[in-house]
């Protein structure tokens, strides 16, 4: 069941958090919101789910307007932030809670219940209580009540924020081949971008309420339409630059101590920009490179970080850059070295101010 969202608008007494946002999640998609606290991802999410009103706009799963319906009446499935079990239940019966709201009993139901539990791995466990439960075991307990059901659409608030980073990865795999097997229509929320790059069909990046960006992992990282995006999402070097001219399809920018060709979608001289160059894109070498663009610089710090190693680069004129070599010899370079750093100019990107 595809969401399709039109001139959505969402008040907290005169603020205006969510203000006409358009946006359509395709039938099946694992779709991520991403963004700072405070954005608006969460508001966005419950609105969704029915536990806010809209104060405007319209809501709807497929064909079916559900604007104005309860959370009951939407079919879908929900999971929280703290996992939000009954203490006094046992697994099984957490499990079981949904289905039971849907006065489904007895055998059929327990079938059900035990079918959900082995997708999560914790078929065995059915008979304990939450608090016998690790973090992780608990989130997916809290997982398996939500697709136990079989929702029509899938929402999640920032399941994993609570696990350590190793447990992290385990849940999100869980939840992204169950998620595809089950082929629901999924609503993810985070503010982490290495779990929306991971897990992610399409990501809405938020910032004030509003969709600042929305793409495929790929496009969001790569291709970034403005410096908030480009910041937010993975590390950036972020230049200033003057648009001099084009050259064929690309721009000829000018960042002070150099004019370099970059992508971009400016098109007019004089037109100020800002250069996006993320650190591994950045390549560093003894002498200037031959297959692109070379810049002097010189080495002002050097971080080894075991699989890479992070350089922090004076090009002259105050502009800094940071690059993150990776492979054989990344640590190969140290403070007051002379080097020539290397820009690919189909990777460089300049975007508006």
């Known amino acids: 069941m595809g969401i399709d969202i039109r001139n959505l608008t969402v008040t907290y007494g005169a603020e205006k958090v969510i203000s006409d946002l358009s946006l359509t999640i395709p039938q099946g998609c694992f779709f991520t919101l991403l963004g700072p606290s405070g954005c608006g991802k969460t508001t966005l999410l419950r609105t969704i789910a029915g536990f806010v009103q809209a104060s405007g706009g319209s809501l ?3 064909a079916t307007d559900v604007t104005r319906l309860p959370p009951h009446k939407r079919n879908i499935g929900m999971v929280f932030q703290d996992y939000a079990l009954f203490p006094d239940k046992t697994v099984a019966q957490n499990v079981a809670y949904g289905l039971r709201a849907r006065y489904e009993k ?7 219940v035990a079918e959900a539990l082995d997708r999560v791995g914790l078929g065995h466990l059915g008979k304990r209580h939450p608090a016998a439960l690790s973090g992780g075991q608990r989130q ?87 410096s908030y995006v480009a910041d937010f999402v993975g590390s950036a070097n972020r230049l200033d630059v003057t648009l001099e001219h084009t050259d ?10 150099a004019t370099i060709l970059a992508t971009g979608t400016l098109a007019q001289a004089a037109q100020r920009g800002v250069l996006i160059l993320r650190p591994e894109d950045l390549k560093i070498s003894a002498a200037p490179r031959s297959d692109m663009q070379s810049l002097p610089a010189e080495v002002r710090r050097r971080q080894y970080l075991g699989s890479k190693t992070s350089y922090r680069l004076s090009l002259g004129n105050n502009v800094e850059v940071i690059a993150e070599l990776h492979g054989p010899g990344h640590d190969g370079f140290a403070a007051g070295d002379r080097v020539s750093l290397g820009i690919d100019p189909a990777i460089a990107r300049v975007i508006s101010a």
């Open 60 to 62: 709807n799963f497929d």
């Open 106 to 112: 007895g055998p059929a139901a327990d079938r059900k």
């Open 140 to 226: 997916r307990v809290a997982l398996a009540r939500a697709l136990v059901i079989k929702p029509a659409v899938l929402l999640m608030d920032e399941p994993l924020s609570n696990l350590d980073a190793k447990l992290r990865i385990q849940i999100r795999e869980t939840i992204s081949e169950l998620q595809r097997e089950a082929n629901i229509t999924t609503v993810f929320v985070t503010h982490d971008q290495e779990e929306a790059l991971s897990m992610s069909d399409l990501i809405g990046v938020m910032n004030k309420g509003a969709v600042e960006q929305l793409g495929t992992p790929q496009d969001i990282y790569g291709r970034p339409r403005t």
């Open 248 to 257: 064929g399809s690309l721009l000829r920018a000018n960042l002070g101590p």
